[in-house]
């Protein structure tokens, strides 16, 4: 059915608000957490601590995109609201479990996979279900809905510092728990307008069976030479992405000691990157087809260049100033993937092509801040982790950059296709009509003998 452009969408699009808040507020306050981790479950004769604490955010940012693609398959086939529920409950799960443990070694599992794995199966169905509810729009509102991780990326630094210092860490995951309560009741607002897979293989009454391989794992979208670009362009931008959510508070405490509140780098991450993403998303919606991506190419140059100034920065308001640049345009970046999805293959294997993305997504930003984090275990500065984490994102905006132009000559060719396929059909029916004159003449004069 055609998007209703609002109407209960208002309610659908504060929901996916709330789960791009919860879920991402969580993984970019990560810094906060690390540097507690450090403390609680650290020794000076370690000297490989930041590498291995490093490893539960990282392995928790990079499940929540490793999941992706199974996400996409349990949507098409069950729906955004079943799905979204159950991810948010397994999430809630995961973090309760997380604030037991005794060591570093369980959090690999309780908050890396489970509580990762949850937020992936409850933050996908939020990108797919706005599909549903909006078309003309869609650039705005996915503005307003990533916004929320802004919102939640501003405020929960400071939050979670205080709960460390007053209850500890372990209360402090307990009382976040509630963010994840409150995303498990807003995944029951995911009203289906397109029927999944289970309701058109048979209906809600129906016994269900499963239906082809191909209709589940859709590797149909691979066939498109634009998507392919982009799914391995992304990634390939994204080795040093997650790099200063990780460690940027620890690289402030190296080179400036607690002289500086280092949450401050956060609430400007968080600030900017919120404009960027409202402001991005309702310019996306002026620029045509897959142009979009050349937002996407801006994004990764100015995101390359900030990585690479951060160990220039020797005063904190040059920090400062860098991470309002990396904000905003890290908010540019995020907000007009759902719209080139859709651009790229369509809104019937959006969920897919999403899922799939962010699956490849997935490997570059788990490996990244574990190797920056080995590099400044072993250089004792996290200088050069920084300029490298710069390099991927200039060479991956390099390769999008060949997207639109691509993307047109697919245009032109099927736009062809349709032209020769009624000229054959016409042909055919030209044939079929002098079939009919030749058989039915002998006929005429039959008759006409008797």
């Not at 920056?372 to 300029?387: I, Q, S």
Request: proline share 6%.
């Amino acid at each position: 059915p055609e998007p209703p452009e609002g109407g209960w969408g208002w309610v659908v699009m504060l929901a996916a608000m709330w789960c791009n808040g919860a879920v991402f507020g969580i993984q970019n306050s990560c810094g906060v957490l690390f540097v507690s981790m450090l403390r609680l479950f650290g020794s000076s004769e370690d000297k490989q601590l930041a590498f291995k604490t490093a490893w539960v955010s990282s392995l928790s940012m990079g499940m929540v995109f490793f999941c992706s693609p199974i996400v996409s398959i349990f949507t098409d086939l069950f729906g955004c609201r079943k799905v979204a529920v159950t991810g948010a409950a397994v999430g809630l799960v995961g973090l309760l479990a997380s604030s037991f443990v005794s060591t570093i070694e369980p959090l690999y599992f309780t908050y890396g996979i489970l509580f990762a794995c949850g937020c992936s199966f409850a933050y996908q169905p939020s990108l797919v279900i706005l599909g549903h509810y909006f078309k003309k729009r869609l650039g705005l509102v996915n503005g307003i809905v990533t916004a929320g991780s802004s919102l939640f990326t501003v405020s929960l630094p400071f939050l979670l510092r205080v709960l460390i210092d007053s209850v500890d860490l372990f209360n402090t995951l307990r009382v976040l728990c509630i963010l994840m309560f409150v995303l498990f009741l807003a995944g029951f607002t995911y009203k289906p307008l397109v029927p999944n897979i289970k309701d058109k293989e048979g209906g809600k009454k129906a016994k269900f069976k499963l239906p082809p391989a191909k209709k589940i794992c859709n590797f149909s979208v691979f066939k498109v030479l634009s998507y392919r670009i982009w799914a391995f362009g992304i990634p390939a931008a994204l080795f040093g992405y997650f790099v200063p959510y990780v460690h940027l508070m620890k690289h402030v405490k190296d080179r400036f000691g607690d002289s500086v509140p280092e949450e401050v780098l956060l609430l400007c991450l968080g600030i900017t990157s919120g404009v960027g993403r409202l402001v991005f998303g309702r310019v996306a919606d002026y620029i045509p087809g897959a142009k979009k991506i050349y937002l996407q190419v801006a994004s990764f140059f100015f995101i390359g260049l900030m990585s690479m100034m951060i160990p220039l920065c020797n005063v904190f308001g040059a920090l400062v100033a860098v991470c309002l640049f990396m904000g905003l345009f890290d908010g540019c970046f995020i907000c007009i993937m759902a719209p080139i999805a859709f651009e790229l293959v369509g809104a019937e294997d959006v969920s897919q092509a999403i899922g799939f993305l962010l699956g490849l997504m997935s490997v570059p930003m788990t490996v990244g801040p574990p190797i920056a984090g080995l590099l400044r275990d072993k250089l004792g500065t996290y200088d050069v982790a920084f300029y490298l984490a710069g390099v991927p994102p200039l060479i991956g905006g390099a390769i999008l950059c060949l997207i639109p132009w691509v993307h047109e000559r697919q245009k032109l060719k099927e736009r062809a296709k349709p032209v020769d396929g009624e000229t054959t059909e016409k042909m055919l029916e030209n044939e079929s009509t002098l079939v009919l004159d030749t058989t039915e003449k002998p006929v005429k004069e039959l008759d006409s003998g008797f």
